[in-house]
């Protein structure tokens, strides 16, 4: 089947408003204008100092969120272009789109993370969990339950849909929130992206309620992707892209580069911590490989022997390894994206392209080697402080939400906690965000602030309001 027709509807240059005419002299493609706009805003930024695998960790050669999306971006360029190359002779993309491929992947992988919380997944799981006791609280009336009666009209409540967002919160779905809402620049549109860069970003097209169904055999349903506030413009997305409530093709190509460069570079930052040693990592590839046994074995003992002939150190020889093992795994994605096409292409591929490839144990024992260094005591111990931090500062702020003062000028503890809120988002709060439920609305905007810090800032800022630190 052609898809030459989706293809042309993919890397069109279509957005929510009309974009200001370039000057005569840019060159650029619609998918760079996106990176451009996002390369040096305020969410990006605070990627440098937010947690990848290592909670504020000091030394400069461990990677941050930032350097990772960077990684990614480039990883999931370098796919594109090969992609791209083989699909104009196949005459599925038309030759006047080259380089919009590439470029499209590499703005999805640049943005791919910006949603998560300080100190990722754990803090992801903060934010679930104060959400999950708030709303079983004395303090909270459950929307079901209540009874019609007028003295309790005034009292917060929000709706089934409403309280699915906030207990299964997940930073995948902020990432399309603070793309389309968050960064304010003038106007309700955001960053203002094109259609197809906001889609990459949607790994799980279903709302809070028909999604996070784990491992179901439909991949879009393991999660969600967007909160009832961004319902309308995942419609219009889906609608306009013909996306059939399934992922872009898009999605799958970024989310093999993702777990391309993460799986690896976990490892070598875990290495150069010694957390694990080369001959960790060599019994670990012995026991969970399969196919690729032969070849990346000979790879890792030439490597174990220089690092023995006192040619190379321990870092240099996890990282060559690195290098053969990622480019290994790209040539695969390449070879799969080919023979999983229709299914890609159509939204029906129930799998990564990563776990059905020819890299998949390649894959499978990078993972293995992940458990053991996510379990590195000091790892844990920073993230339990970070927990602690995520929670403690949702608990301060939404108590303080619940008065009649929060939002009001003066002196009172309450309006004081509201000044604390970061400018852009009470503004979203008060002028931008037009959906109807007040309560939901504040909420959200608590989520936004605290999602939206580095893993420092939270720390600092619940120790100092905590008096611990002054």
Known sequence: MNYSKKWQLLLQDIRFREKTPAISTDGRNPFENDYGRLISSAPIRRLQDKTQV????????????????????????????????????????KPEYKGYLSSL???????????NPP?????????????????????????????????????????????????????????????????????????????????SCIKY?????????????????KKFGYFVTEKKIFKTLNKHLKLKNKRSPIVYLMES???IAYSAADIEDGVKLKIIDIYDVRKIFNENLSKNKKIVIAELDELIQKHENGDFDETIVIQKFRIFTQRLMISNIIETFQTKYEL?????????????????DIRAAYKHLQYIVFDDKNIVKKEIAGWEAIYGLLKILVKASQSANFKKDGNTYESRIYKLISSSHRFVYEKVEKYE???????????????????????TLYQELKGIKL
């Open 54 to 93: 290592f909670p504020l960790e000091q030394s400069d050669y461990i990677r941050t969120r930032l350097t990772h999306s960077l990684e990614v971006s480039y990883i999931a360029s370098s796919i594109g272009q090969s992609i791209e190359n083989i699909l104009i002779k196949k005459n599925e993309i």
């Open 105 to 115: 992947l590499r703005v999805s992988g640049l943005v791919h993370d910006l949603g």
């Open 119 to 199: 100190f990722g997944h754990f803090g992801e799981e903060a934010v679930k969990k104060f959400f999950k006791e708030y709303f079983k609280s004395q303090n909270y009336i459950d929307y079901e339950k209540l009874v019609q009666n007028e003295n309790k009209l005034d009292a917060p409540i929000l709706n089934i849909a409403e309280k699915a967002d906030f207990e299964n919160f997940d930073g995948n779905v902020q990432t399309l929130r603070i793309l389309s809402k968050l960064y304010y620049f003038g106007d309700e549109y955001g960053y203002n992206l094109t259609y197809s860069t906001l889609a």
């Open 205 to 221: 097209p279903s709302n809070s309620l028909k999604g996070n169904l784990g491992k179901n055999k439909h991949i879009r349903k």
């Open 257 to 259: 580069a993702d777990d």
């Open 344 to 360: 890609i292409m159509s939204g029906n591929l129930e799998a990564e392209i990563i776990d059905v490839s020819d890299a998949a």
């Open 437 to 459: 439920n007040l309560e939901y609305k504040k909420l959200q905007m608590i989520t936004d602030f605290v999602s939206g810090m580095t893993d420092t800032y939270a720390i």
